[in-house]
Every structure is written in structure tokens, then in C-alpha cells.
């Protein structure tokens, strides 16, 4: 489930998350030279920004190193009735104490040496099976397995500490209103957009920080609240109100004009889409784009443009997410 959050000590998007009273570290480091094979234990290993050198898996993408738990292993060998050890689910490490499954892509693990950032939730196991599934018939890293890609190298060996510092996802809503800014009436598109985004991540290993302001239609403002919520680490900014051709309605032209990438397939297909029956909502003009690592989207200002807006961006809002950090969920291994 999703963590919702409003807390501003969220310092770089990073907060620390150490289990009290659980030491969480490595019992095992793990290799092998082939892929879908077991891996055999060592008394350490070493990583570069490829991963483990010695490694099948090791290479220029986002799968560099796996990991599983020490509990899931104990728990899957009683299962089915036979001891597994670490390395034989292929996992490079294997780990005690840390709960591998509330961890969030983008997450990241200090370990060793090293620091990881987790890029990838489980796994479809290999066409022919591997070695666990072709003796019991299933196999656990699928489903409980991470894997992540290498952000400082260094020595990691059994014993060693792990510290998790989950990432949330932040998200800025900016109401653009000079009636609501002022009191006259209560913002209701910024609190819709914050309610669809919460019961679409709910169900998702993501956790959110959703933080919302209303201001009036003022380019300068709102160019200085876009660029704070950037820097402060924004994967996503999405405004509402502003959008038509009224003397006051300058959100696309200001929003457009920070953008280092404008989406546009995605505006003019809800443009579209809701225009056969609403001619009026062709005369929006909603932009959408990316500046850095943050996508953003201006909306119409109305509760159900507002839905209808938003049930679109959110089909691919998980999939630019990942775009965003350089995560191609489909790359094969170079």
C-alpha cells in the first residue's frame, strides 16, 4: 500500500527508515558466470558502476545486482518441504532483517560500501524455469526478490550493515484561481486531483508526499512554485485552472515555456476524446511536459475536467515516472 504523506522533514526526497531493534545486514554474497543458474557464496565481493564484475547479471542496465531476504528463503524452503540456501534463487545478496517487500522502486539501500537504488519489484521467472522451479515446481524470487543498479561501488561482504532510505514519490498540486486564492469560494479541483492520486497508488509499492497550494492567476508566482517544487525533487506537478482563453489564463503559456519536453499526444487525445460530446472542451489549451526528472500537466480548473483529465495521465504516469530515471522495465541485459 501506499504511504501518503504531508510531512515537510522530507529532506531531498529521502528519509531514513531503520527497523528498531532489528539489525538489518548481509548474510551472504552470491555469483555465478551463467544466467537462470544458482549462485555460489563468497567471502566478498566488489562493485563498479556495472555491478559485480565476476557476474552474470552484471552490465549497463538497471538490473545490476538482485536481492533476497534470509526470511523469504527460510519461509518458501518450509513450504515445499526442502532447504534452500543463500544463492540458490540467484540473488547476489542475501539479506536478514530488512522487509524486502515494503520496498519502493527508486528506494535506496546503503550496503557495504556500496549504495543501490532499487529499480525493479520481482521478476518473471526464465521461459525454461529456473533451477528452484524445475525441483519444486515454483520458485520465490518472482514475487519477493528486488533488483537494483549500482549508484557508488565498493566492497560488500556477509555481516555487513544495510541501511534502507526509502524515496517517496512527490507530488505538487497548484490550484491557479484568483477567487479561491482569495477566499471567496473553496478549492475543489486541487483536493479531486489529490484524492485520484491517492486511490490509483494506493495499491502500489510506491509511497507519495502530496503537497497542494492555491494561488492566484499570476505568472510570476506560479513560474517561482513550479521551480521550487522541481528543485525540491517534484516527480510529478500538476496544475489545475487556467487553461482557457480568458485574459487571466496564462497556466499553459507559463507552464510551456519551463519545459525542457512537451508531450502533446497526450492533451490532444483528451482534447479529442471528451470534445464529442463537450465541443467546448476542444477549446482548452492543456500542455503537458517534462522539465528534468519532473513530468507536469496543466488542467482545466473543473472538478470533472479535472476527472476526466486525470483517469488518462494516470494509465502512463508510472511508466514516464520510471522513463524519467532512466528505468526501461523491457531492456534486455546488453
Given amino acids: 500500500m501506499a504511504i501518503k504523506s504531508d510531512s515537510a522533514d522530507v529532506e531531498a526526497g529521502l528519509v531514513s527508515a531503520q527497523y528498531p531493534g532489528k539489525k538489518m545486514s548481509v548474510v551472504s554474497v552470491n555469483i555465478s558466470t551463467d544466467k537462470g543458474t544458482t549462485k555460489r557464496p563468497l567471502p566478498e565481493v566488489h562493485i563498479d558502476e556495472k555491478g559485480i564484475k565476476e557476474d552474470a547479471h552484471a552490465g549497463v542496465w538497471h538490473r545490476q545486482l538482485s536481492l533476497l531476504s534470509m526470511e523469504s528463503v527460510e519461509r518458501f524452503s518450509a513450504q515445499v518441504s526442502h532447504e534452500f540456501l543463500p544463492g540458490d534463487f540467484a540473488e547476489n545478496i542475501t539479506t536478514r532483517g530488512i522487509d524486502l517487500s515494503s520496498v519502493a522502486i527508486l528506494d535506496r539501500i546503503a550496503v557495504g560500501e556500496a549504495e543501490l537504488e532499487v529499480t525493479q519489484i520481482g521478476k518473471a521467472c526464465h521461459p525454461d524455469g529456473c533451477?528452484?522451479?524445475?525441483?519444486?515446481?515454483?520458485?520465490?524470487?518472482?514475487?519477493?526478490?528486488?533488483?537494483?543498479?549500482?549508484?557508488?561501488?565498493?566492497?560488500?561482504?556477509?555481516?555487513?550493515?544495510?541501511?534502507?532510505?526509502?524515496?517517496?514519490?512527490?507530488?505538487?498540486?497548484?490550484t491557479l484561481s484568483d477567487r479561491a486564492s482569495r477566499g471567496e469560494y473553496k478549492d475543489r479541483s486541487g483536493p479531486r486531483i489529490r484524492a485520484m492520486l491517492e486511490e490509483f497508488f494506493v495499491s502500489t509499492r510506491w509511497r507519495l508526499e502530496i503537497r497542494s497550494v492555491v494561488i492566484a492567476d499570476e505568472p510570476v508566482r506560479l513560474r517561482q512554485e513550479v521551480e521550487s517544487a522541481v528543485q525540491g525533487g517534484a516527480s510529478v506537478i500538476i496544475t489545475t485552472g487556467g487553461t482557457?482563453?480568458?485574459?487571466?489564463?496564462?497556466?499553459?503559456?507559463?507552464?510551456?515555456?519551463?519545459?525542457?519536453?512537451?508531450?502533446?499526444?497526450?492533451?490532444?487525445?483528451i482534447r479529442v476524446k471528451c470534445g464529442e460530446t463537450k465541443p467546448n472542451a476542444l477549446l482548452s489549451r492543456s500542455v503537458a511536459g517534462t522539465i528534468g526528472k519532473s513530468q507536469i500537466y496543466a488542467l482545466p480548473g473543473s472538478v470533472r475536467a479535472v476527472e476526466?483529465?486525470?483517469?488518462?495521465?494516470?494509465?502512463?504516469?508510472?511508466?514516464?515516472?520510471?522513463?524519467?530515471?532512466?528505468?526501461?522495465?523491457?531492456?534486455?541485459?546488453?
Fill in 131 to 174: 533451477g528452484v522451479f524445475k525441483q519444486v515446481g515454483k520458485c520465490v524470487m518472482p514475487k519477493e526478490g528486488i533488483f537494483c543498479r549500482v549508484l557508488s561501488g565498493g566492497r560488500i561482504a556477509p555481516g555487513d550493515e544495510i541501511i534502507l532510505s526509502p524515496r517517496p514519490l512527490l507530488f505538487s498540486v497548484i
Fill in 308 to 334: 476526466e483529465y486525470m483517469s488518462e495521465i494516470l494509465k502512463t504516469m508510472e511508466h514516464l515516472i520510471l522513463t524519467l530515471h532512466d528505468i526501461d522495465p523491457h531492456q534486455e541485459q546488453p
Fill in 244 to 269: 482557457g482563453v480568458g485574459s487571466r489564463d496564462i497556466t499553459p503559456d507559463v507552464i510551456a515555456g519551463l519545459c525542457d519536453k512537451t508531450i502533446p499526444g497526450i492533451m490532444e487525445f
